[in-house]
């Protein structure tokens, strides 16, 4: 092979949204590196002003039709944070478990049908399906399962109706919960199969020095809150955020590129939670992640996919613990009452912390809106990746290395739609 | 209608495209797990990149659009579409009426720009973001936002069959009556959106004790003024009504001109 040339994808598949990826190399060095975002814009921070604070969940769940309820999390726990209500109880349990199966239904959806046909090298899923059917029906109904709970506990899967600032609309009886928990019986056990089937992929050997950044909190894995920190020495409240984190905007991409100010590139999602968050895993969890070979601490983010199965047992197992616990609260949302201030909101979106920040006035209106996506923050990291694969296979021919550049693209699950506020893959020979 | 399937031996060719958009009503196609392989076995899906990085060569039987139009180069695009398709059917709110992002119709597009991007010469971007429709002729539109996954079905098996799509154009409304949710505008004085609402949820949000918001746009002739009157007798004020219609669907004619009217 040549050791100059340009990788150039135009339009990358099986993400999330619109982008494309380049990478020029000459004489043996990567001059460049850029994924490029050519997503339209759709102006959420703006059309967000002059809103009301309760319209915040529903108009921001908009931004993402796979990952809504984070979007739906973020926005009303900063509004009540604004207004000075704190949720908890059941309510807060049951949050928790809505967030669950989105993770199952996100994970699973990126482990079967979008990454997997990477390691196993096929075009897709469906193509996947014909040699690894059961493997395929596996995912398809633990996507399903996550699906499910996300549209009893939220009206739908898609954009669900039942979150609100504050709460629920309604929250349901115990007994609506049970068919769940049976179905959910069925996909710890597919997720078990899935971190087995997933750790029998081929890794490349690709060990990194990552700043993770993830939530966590004192006593659970986590969802929907924590402190912010780091394998580097962050440990910051959420509203700190932007005293830490800065977001700038390059030519090639409609997405804006997060960085520690004063730092550079990190990584938030699955491979920073677990690696933040491991001893706060069930401990099944664990021991899933040992027998699939993981330590503690994971740096290789092709083994994203192992992480993302674990995280699918963890969420199956949570869900399960809080339908066995859970109790009808008396109403289903606590009352909130504007006021003027400020608040901040960052959870645990399937791809990784989702920071929104709101100014509201006396009378619940917005006046000033401010949201980063998990996949902006990881734009430059993901770049930073690819810088230094891309020398180690020089060898490969081109296709076949840029079967792997998208391939590291999609370590992260990359969700263009929520960046766009996000990526294009070009590998280009000279 | 012509039936897709032209030669009997051809699996008819799907197309799945995407403009401005949260990637959610492409997603109720993978999110049809008890049906997808059937669907895969019935067309030959030749181009949808979210699933596959295989490109299957137009001209496409029947091709499925997700998103709004907001960029020159979007607004070529659709033209190109429109061009390498037999039949065209827009899905959802954004392909269908603009999107919540047509929200900027109503404002300086350049003001939504500064607010959010450090450098707007960086920015291309429409004036207005405008459905399908406004753009290239369209076979057929289905409402929602998101669609609703099994009216999916019903849309891309009335295709291939060469049959009109059965998706009832009437009120949320009798949505509610059906399956027998109580009223929750007349039981509670909660504003809903349900009679001018297209039906296709299923009424969810009343089952949820809510009120409609409106995210499956406009039935046929809906009577916006008297809905307002009723809303304005529950003590909304007038910009709450116009922030009522000026969602999802908020470029459509009937709320565009309601919540027109109801702008201070």
Known sequence: MSDSMTIKVDYLARVEGEGGLVVRVRDGRVREVSLNIFEPLRFFEALLRGRRFIEAPDITARICGICPIAYQMSSAQAMEQACGVTVDGQLRAFRRLIYCGEWIESHALHVYLLHAPDFLGYENALQMAKDHGDAFQRGLQLKKVGNEIVAVLGGREIHPVNVRVGGFYRVPAKQELAPLAEKLEWARDAALETVRWVATFPFPDFEQDYEFVALRHPDEYPVNEGRLVSNKGLDIAVGDYDDQFAEEHVRRSNALHSARKGGGAYLVGPLARYSLNFNRLTPAAQEAARSAGLGPVCSNPFKGIIVRSVEILYACEEALRIIEAYEPPERPFVDVRPRAGMGYGCTEAPRGALYHRYRIDEEGVIRDARIVPPTSQNQRTVEEDLRRFVPLHLDLPREELTRRCEQAVRNYDPCISCATHFLKVTVEKE | ?264
């Open chain 2, 1 to 264: 209608m012509m039936a897709l399937v032209a030669e009997p031996k051809r699996k008819p060719k799907l197309a799945v495209w995407k403009f401005a958009s949260c990637d959610g009503c492409q997603l109720s196609l993978l999110d049809c797990e008890d049906e997808l392989l059937a669907v895969a076995g019935a067309v030959e899906i030749a181009y949808f990149m979210e699933a596959s990085r295989s490109v299957v060569k137009g001209p496409y039987d029947l091709s499925l659009v997700e998103g709004s139009i907001t960029t020159p180069h979007d607004a070529e695009r659709i033209r190109e579409v429109r061009r390498v398709s037999r039949h065209l059917v827009t899905i959802g709110a954004c392909a269908t009426a603009g999107g919540i992002q047509a929200l900027r119709n109503f404002k300086d597009v350049n003001d939504f720009i500064a607010m959010v991007y450090a450098v707007p010469q960086y920015i291309d971007t429409l004036v207005q973001s405008t459905p399908v429709s406004a753009n290239v002729p369209v076979d057929y539109e289905l409402q929602g936002c998101p669609i609703n996954k099994k009216q999916l079905l019903e849309v891309i098996g009335a295709f291939l069959f060469g049959r009109r799509p059965v998706v009832p154009p009437h009120s949320v409304c009798i949505e509610c009556k059906t399956r027998g949710t109580v009223c929750v505008m007349v039981a509670h004085g909660t504003p809903c959106l349900g009679p001018v609402t297209h039906a296709g949820c299923n009424a969810l949000c009343p089952a949820y004790h809510r009120g409609c918001y409106g995210c499956y746009g406009p039935k046929e002739t809906p009577n916006t003024a008297s809905l307002s009157r009723w809303f304005g007798g529950l003590g909304m004020g007038e910009d709450d009504i116009a922030r009522a219609f000026r969602t999802f669907n908020a470029w459509t004619e009937p709320f565009r001109k309601e919540s027109t009217a109801h702008e201070r």
